[in-house]
């Protein structure tokens, strides 16, 4: 059975910091970009940030580059996203997805969700002014 399960999410105040994880299970985690998209109240899913071990590539949308760093322990099959110097904008639903095609175009591309094989249950993050 393939699972995704973020964690990590929480109430923390604008400038600080979170690091959410995604833990992959279920399918061969190396094949796979995981991608991490949030979801406000409202609004459509947008992508993050995505990560491809096996291209070595990495992926921002503008929005959080300098902000938010993409890592990955494959030896542990998880996926992390380092946030700092959060806003209140920042505040969403974290979800992270597994792409078989990679991580080589646009992660901010609106088509991009879509294209996503899994899905996890998402983690709440909340950015307090």
């Known amino acids: 059975e393939v699972q995704l399960v973020e964690s990590g999410g929480g109430l923390v105040q604008a400038g600080g910091s979170l690091r959410l994880s995604c833990a992959a299970s279920g399918f061969t985690f190396d094949d796979y970009a995981i991608g991490w998209f949030r979801q406000a109240p409202g609004k459509e899913r947008e992508g993050v940030s995505c990560?491809?071990?096996?291209?070595?590539?990495?992926n921002y949308a503008d929005s959080v580059k300098g902000r938010f760093t993409i890592s990955s322990d494959n030896a542990k099959n998880t996926v992390y996203l380092q946030m700092d110097s959060l806003k209140p904008e920042d505040t969403a639903v974290y979800y992270c997805?597994?792409?078989?095609?990679?991580?080589?175009?646009?992660?901010?591309?609106?088509?991009?969700?879509?294209?996503?094989?899994?899905w996890g249950q998402g983690t709440q993050v909340t950015v307090s002014s």
């Open positions: 997805g597994a792409d078989y095609r990679g991580c080589l175009t646009d992660i901010a591309d609106p088509q991009r969700k879509y294209e996503y094989d899994y």
């Open positions: 990560i491809s071990s096996s291209e070595g590539s990495t």
